[in-house]
C-alpha cells in the first residue's frame, strides 16, 4: 500500500501558475496516481490520473518521472474558486485519501 | 444519471442508538466505498467492496458494518452510535481497479 506525501497547505494569487507535489515512495508497478479536489461540504472530484511522463487536460497537467516515486499537479493561472484542497492518491483496489493540500488562492 | 446517492443528507442519533447509511450509484459500477471524514481533516476509509459479494475493511472499520446489497447498493450501518462516530460520511463509487472514484454529497451525523 503506498503512503503519499503531500504539503499540508500552499497560497498563491489569481493568475499564477501552481504546482503541488506528491510523494509516494512505495507506488506498486500496476499503481495510477490519481489527483481529486475538494471543496468545503462536498466530495472530492476527479482532477487527473496518470502512469508515468506527462497527462493534460482541459484543468491541469500532471508530471510523472521515470522513477514515478512523486508525481506534480499543475494548475496553470489559477483563479479565487480554486481555493480547495487537492489531494493525490495512488493504488488500484485500496484507496486510501492523505491529509490533501490546502490551496488558498488571494486575489 | 443521478451518479452516487447517499440518504440521508442529515442525522442526529443519541448515543447508543443505530441507524444506516444508505448509497446507491447508477453507473454499474463494479467497486464502492465508504469514508468518512472529520472536520478539517482528510478522508478515512472505512469499508469497501472491490466487487459485488465482497467486502473488506479500510482504515478505521471499528465500530461499523457494511452490505453490498447487490451491484448499485452499498449500506454502512452504525449499530451502537458513538460521539467519536460525529463526521461526515461519504460514498463512492468507480468501475475498479485504477478507475477514478465518483463521489456522493455525504451524510453528515451528528452523535449526541
Known amino acids: 500500500l503506498a503512503k503519499t506525501t503531500q504539503p499540508i497547505s500552499m497560497d498563491s494569487y489569481e493568475g499564477q501558475e501552481v504546482n503541488i507535489t506528491c510523494s509516494h515512495n512505495n507506488i506498486a508497478t500496476n499503481d495510477y496516481i490519481t489527483w481529486y479536489q475538494q471543496f468545503p461540504s462536498q466530495g472530492p472530484r476527479f482532477i487527473i490520473q496518470?502512469?508515468?511522463t506527462k497527462v493534460t487536460n482541459e484543468v491541469a497537467s500532471l508530471f510523472i518521472p521515470a522513477d514515478r516515486k512523486s508525481s506534480t499537479l499543475s494548475l496553470p493561472r489559477v483563479s479565487l474558486s480554486d481555493t480547495a484542497v487537492y489531494y493525490c492518491?495512488?493504488?488500484?483496489?485500496?484507496?486510501?485519501f492523505g491529509a490533501g493540500t490546502r490551496l488558498t488562492v488571494k486575489p | 444519471n443521478a451518479g452516487v446517492t447517499q440518504t440521508p443528507k442529515f442525522q442526529v442519533l443519541k448515543t447508543g442508538q443505530s441507524m444506516t447509511l444508505q448509497c446507491a450509484q447508477d453507473m454499474n459500477h463494479n467497486s464502492m466505498y465508504w469514508y468518512r471524514q472529520d472536520p478539517g481533516m482528510g478522508l478515512r476509509l472505512i469499508y469497501y467492496?472491490?466487487?459485488?459479494?465482497?467486502?473488506d475493511k479500510g482504515e478505521v472499520p471499528n465500530g461499523y458494518n457494511v452490505s453490498r446489497l447487490n451491484k448499485r447498493e452499498f449500506s454502512l450501518r452504525l449499530e451502537s452510535a458513538a460521539p467519536s462516530q460525529t463526521s461526515v460520511y461519504f460514498c463512492?463509487?468507480?468501475?475498479?481497479?485504477?478507475?477514478?472514484?465518483?463521489f456522493g454529497n455525504g451524510t453528515r451525523l451528528t452523535v449526541t
Open positions: 463512492a463509487s468507480s468501475e475498479g481497479g485504477n478507475s477514478p472514484l465518483h
Open positions: 467492496s472491490a466487487s459485488e459479494g465482497t467486502t
Open positions: 492518491l495512488v493504488g488500484d483496489r485500496d484507496m486510501r
Open positions: 496518470g502512469y508515468k
